[in-house]
């Protein structure tokens, strides 16, 4: 089973910083990365030794700059799209509440997430849960449209870590498989469909 991630293209809140917009939808470069990335999915791009990216189905974030990064995967793949309110990002920077040390060589402190912080990784989850039953359903991979802060936690959910943060890329995938029991992340950060001068985040 491949549950594929990825971060919406670049939004309008990323250029202009306004902390009063977190729902702000994708610029003109960031519905150029979506049309590129649906494009590249559809032409079944090798993966994994000859592999094919093959989706089921399209799960979604609520917000603009998601459901606009979906909206051309979607078409193009002639998928459904499913709004999940638990693909939403956190109302908060995540980063302030993960553990830190002074040093790579000391220890990572004892740790207790915030509730915030808590109470994201249980929507985290439920996203997770909802991606899973999903592919079991159709019997193919899914993919799930969200933000940088929840796919960074669904991935520290499968790797069983909170001490690791990841630095996604606009429309980057992540593909996590589950086989032989565990969680495997087979990529994380793959951007083939994106030429370098069009590469944010």
Known sequence: MKIYLTRHGQSRWQVERNDNDWNSPLTDLGQRQAQLLATWLATHAKLDNGSRVEIGCVRVSPLKRAQETAVPISTTLNCPIHTD?????????????????????????????????????????????ALVADAETSGKPVIGVAH???????????????????WLYNTSLSVLEWK??????????????????????
């Open 148 to 166: 940088g802060g929840l796919i960074s936690t669904i991935l520290r959910l499968a790797t069983g870590s909170d001490t690791v943060s990841f």
């Open 85 to 129: 309110a638990y693909l939403r990002e956190a109302d908060f920077y995540v980063s302030e509440h993960l553990p830190s040390a002074e040093s790579p060589y000391q220890a990572m402190p004892i740790y207790k997430p915030s509730n915030r912080y808590a109470v994201f990784k249980q929507q985290a989850r439920a996203a997770l849960y």
């Open 180 to 201: 032989r029991g565990r969680w495997h992340l087979v990529h994380l950060n793959l951007w083939d469909h994106l030429p370098p001068a069009w590469r944010t985040f």
